[in-house]
Nanobody, 124 residues
Framework: QVQLVESGGGAVQAGGSLRLSCAAS????????MGWFRQAPGKEREFVAG????????YYGDSVKGRFTISRDRAKNTVYLQMNGLKPGDTAVYYC?????????????????WGQGTQVTVSS
């Protein structure tokens, strides 16, 4: 059974940082693009960041560009999201996602497998 397990969420004050991790189990995703999405209460799920299967290409939602960085360790089957300069508007449940088709680039419309999410709360 494929599982994507997020960790690293929590509560932080505005301007602070958090690093989310997503560990995959049940199969390897080393040849698959990975990404992060988020969903705030009452809002639709929003693309945050994506990274290609090689790690050589990254994509970001407009609201997080310049503040968040996605990276991956293919050997550890893990993807990370470094979040700096956090704002109250970043408060949401953050979900790790995987593109089930291998060898693709991490664009927002490619993801089809999801984790259970981790809560990030930013206070002003």
């Amino acid at each position: 059974q494929v599982q994507l397990v997020e960790s690293g969420g929590g509560a932080v004050q505005a301007g602070g940082s958090l690093r989310l991790s997503c560990a995959a189990s049940g199969r390897t995703f080393s040849n698959n693009a990975m990404g992060w999405f988020r969903q705030a209460p009452g809002k639709e799920r929003e693309f945050v960041a994506g990274i290609s299967w090689t790690g050589g290409s990254t994509y970001y939602g407009d609201s997080v560009k310049g503040r968040f960085t996605i990276s991956r360790d293919r050997a550890k089957n893990t993807v990370y999201l470094q979040m700096n300069g956090l704002k109250p508007g970043d408060t949401a449940v953050y979900y790790c996602a995987a593109d089930l088709t291998p060898f693709r680039d991490g664009r927002p419309d490619r993801f089809g497998s999801w984790g259970q999410g981790t809560q990030v709360t930013v206070s002003s």
